[in-house]
């Protein structure tokens, strides 16, 4: 009796797996990233022209090393009218109603040596900007103190003077010497004398016209 051979099971389908990128391919890529609206920024190779902003045609990726294809699906960038979509990790079709393009990409962020370089240049100019201040702010001291040193000087001759002043009013004021009642001089006795000698004289006169 022949033995009945079993058929053979089908095998389970299996996912395509996309090909590799070679390595070289994204060495010298110019990359853009721009924000989305509701999802992770779009990374886009611009290699092409060198010109940033998102054509169709152009291959849209999850991440700057441009390893991971940009989901399938219609984005818009945020801040912006502008709109595209993606198929197959593809930019398949845009939207720009204001003729804007998709704006400038967003900035990459400084290397820690660059950051490092940058803070130490801000520092360097921060102490040259507080030296000057000080030096000024010296100069102003000095001359405050000269200022304040000169008007102390006034302030005490005032003083002196309103001190002088107040003694002065507090002295008491001598009475003005005045000779005594009996006191007659020569001067006033001798004037005294003529006076008597006319007065008799004019009594002379009168009784000899009599």
Not at 61 to 82: I, M, R
Not at 100 to 109: H, L, R, S, Y
Not at 149 to 169: F, H, R, S
């Amino acid at each position: 009796m022949l033995g009945i051979i079993p058929a053979a099971q089908a095998a389970p389908p299996v996912a395509p797996v996309a090909a590799p990128i070679p390595p070289s391919a994204n060495d010298d890529a110019v990359v853009s990233s721009y924000p989305v609206d509701g999802g992770q920024p779009v990374f886009v190779n611009n290699s092409d022209d060198g010109i940033a902003g998102i054509d169709k045609g152009d291959a849209a990726w999850l991440d700057e090393a441009l390893t991971q294809p940009y989901p399938d699906g219609s984005y818009k960038v945020t801040g912006t009218n502008f709109g595209f979509t993606v198929s197959s990790g593809s930019v398949s079709d845009i939207a720009d109603p204001d003729q804007k393009g998709a704006g400038a990409g967003v900035a990459d962020e400084p290397e820690p040596a660059a950051m490092n370089s940058n803070f130490n240049e801000e520092f360097a100019a921060f102490k040259t900007d507080f030296s000057e201040v000080k030096q000024q702010f010296e100069v102003h001291k000095l001359a405050f103190a000269e200022a304040k040193a000169t008007i102390d000087k006034q302030q005490a001759a005032i003083t002196q003077l309103v001190g002088l002043v107040e003694q002065l009013a507090k002295t008491p004021v001598a009475e003005p010497l005045s000779p005594p009642q009996n006191f007659k001089s020569d001067k006033i006795e001798r004037r005294e004398e003529k006076i008597e000698r006319i007065s008799v004289s004019l009594k002379d006169l009168r009784s000899a016209k009599n």
